[in-house]
């Protein structure tokens, strides 16, 4: 158990909807990323939240959007969805810094049909 | 351009034997790796980390080597159990991480 805990757990959406999914932090971590994990692949960075700005983008169009909330919880938003949105979409979370220990939640598993 | 990678897709076990998985960096500047276990359908589960001011770290049943010098990393598994079946990432750690594809471990009894 890492204290990452997301939401739903797996989800099914129509081509061209919007999503929303969910992430709590681990107590004490403030800042939060995301991951898009295609099947048998590495999860590729989506993006960072620390104190409830975006601290660092990867390389996804701006359809990806995020919050934070002051509680350090998070929101991964997906407007238009497309086929290939269809991954497991992992939270992390850690302390700010380069040489911090990140734990991930269990992911959520989104397909797009 | 700057990657994290791994040597070997798969890699097969007798239970028992110590189990060694290889990774490739290129960013010289990188000081600071993790590697993940990840079993089916969950997310990666922290293993251990090491820094670049370190060449050995040691945790139970685990220890990873950093070559600087070669920018190379291992995870060492001792007396592997099947239930250290999974996928292990290693991940360069800046601001974000970046992983590589992963190495399937299977034991086999």
């Known amino acids: 158990e890492t204290g990452v805990t997301q939401s739903p757990t797996h989800l099914i959406k129509t081509r061209g909807q919007q999503v929303t999914l969910r992430c709590s932090s681990q107590?004490?971590?403030?800042?939060v990323s995301w991951y898009q994990q295609a099947l048998g692949q590495g999860p590729q960075f989506i993006f960072q939240?620390?104190?409830?700005?975006?601290?660092g983008r990867g390389n996804f169009p701006p359809r990806f959007s995020g919050l934070q909330f002051p509680n350090y919880s998070s929101e991964l938003n997906v407007n238009a969805l497309e086929l290939d949105d269809s991954a497991l979409y992992l939270c992390a979370s850690s302390l700010p810094g380069q040489n911090t220990e990140a734990f991930f939640g269990q992911g959520t598993r989104l397909t797009v049909v | 351009g700057e990657s994290v990678g791994l040597h070997l897709p798969t890699l097969s076990v007798q239970e028992g034997d110590n189990s060694i998985i290889n990774c490739a960096y290129s960013?010289?500047?990188?000081?600071?790796f993790i590697w993940y276990k990840q079993e089916s359908g969950k997310g990666p589960q922290f293993i251990i980390d090491?820094?670049?001011?370190?060449d050995k770290r040691q945790g139970q049943r685990v220890t990873v080597l950093l070559n600087k010098t070669v920018k190379h990393l291992s995870l060492q598994i001792a007396a592997t159990q099947p239930g250290d079946s999974a996928v292990y990432f290693c991940a360069e750690k800046r601001s974000d991480m970046r992983f590589g594809a992963g190495t399937r471990l299977t034991v086999k009894p």
């Open positions: 939240y620390y104190r409830e700005e975006e601290n």
């Open positions: 090491i820094r670049s001011n370190m």
């Open positions: 107590s004490g971590h403030n800042t």
């Open positions: 960013n010289s500047a990188s000081d600071y």
